[in-house]
């Protein structure tokens, strides 16, 4: 069994991005600029937008976070992402999720500019990803696509089965898998709350990539010797033991699966730093996009 270990690939990544920041500097171009909206005081947003910034001083990013009440109102925010929109030193800029009840995420995320739009989730850019042109792809499936790559997980012809049909993971993930080119060119099951016989389906898959925010879903039994397994899942579970009263905990059963995966995502570790490092190569790319 081998771990694709996320935590070592998103630094080198980092390392990479940092360098190519300090060309530009060195060129005496305008460095990259990502901005965050965050909504409420949602308490894993918030440690999650500051990590984001974090990772932007780590690699030389200007960033700006703007804190709004969860009491805002839809259309404070649509005028404060349209001043985004036109603000042309914002390279690329998201809007933190969940947002609260009142707002309709929907009218957001067409709200934004695509071209700014770094998180991927702007219809444009997913029918883009989906015809397969070049756009921004959502940080988590771009991640897990470059841990295959850097890992060079082999996905041609195998059968993957993707478990969650959300529109930031599951989905895009399951386009992804099947386009042409590496990682690719697999055969992909969609499967969710509605499939009946997942565990039939899992057991026969050389790829399962789990994003159903159940902790410990997929059980050892549920999947066949030497299957790839990539865990999204992350979920806070209380435990008393702990100095935090929780640990993080994904959609696998790690113990026991490791002992048959031939790959396998760690908890945390695996697929969330990956998510960071890829909402950075989303920003450059913007900034080289965008000649601004």
Excluded: W
Excluded at 15 to 29: C, F, L, P, S, Y
Excluded at 65 to 84: A, F, G, N, V
Excluded at 85 to 108: A, H, M, R, S
Excluded at 150 to 175: A, L
Aim: hydrophobic share 40%; charged share 25%.
């Amino acid at each position: 069994m081998q771990l694709l270990d996320g935590k070592k690939i998103s630094e080198d990544i980092k390392n990479e991005i940092a360098a190519e920041v300090q060309k530009m500097k060195d060129r005496g171009e305008k460095v990259p600029h990502l901005a965050a909206i965050i909504v409420g005081n949602d308490g894993a947003s918030l440690t999650y937008v500051g990590s984001k910034v974090k990772a932007c001083e780590r690699v030389g990013f200007e960033s700006t976070l703007i804190k709004m009440p969860s009491t805002t109102s839809e259309k404070e925010l649509l005028k404060k992402i349209e001043e985004l929109n036109q603000n042309k030193d914002i390279d690329g800029f998201i809007v933190q999720l969940p947002l609260p009840p009142q707002i309709d995420t929907q009218e957001v995320l067409m709200a934004i500019d695509p071209s700014k739009d770094v998180d991927g989730f702007h219809p444009e850019n997913f029918g883009k990803m989906a015809l397969d042109m070049s756009t921004f792809i959502p940080a988590t499936p771009f991640g897990i696509l470059e841990l295959l790559e850097r890992y060079n997980v082999q996905t041609q012809g195998k059968h993957t089965v993707v478990i969650g049909r959300s529109h930031i993971v599951g989905r895009p993930m399951s386009i992804l898998m099947g386009r042409k080119g590496f990682p690719g060119n697999s055969t992909v099951t969609l499967t969710h709350s509605h499939t009946k016989n997942i565990n039939q389906i899992t057991s026969q898959a050389d790829i399962v990539i789990s994003a159903l925010g159940v902790p410990n879903f997929l059980k050892a039994e549920m999947i066949k010797d030497d299957a790839i397994i990539i865990d999204v899942g992350i979920t806070r579970v209380e435990d008393t033991a702990t100095e935090k009263g929780y640990r993080i905990v994904g959609d696998v059963d790690f113990e026991n699966v490791s002992k048959k995966a031939s790959y396998i995502t760690p908890v945390p570790g695996g697929v969330g730093p990956m998510t960071i490092a890829m909402l950075l190569k989303n920003t450059l790319l913007a900034r080289e996009n965008g000649i601004r």
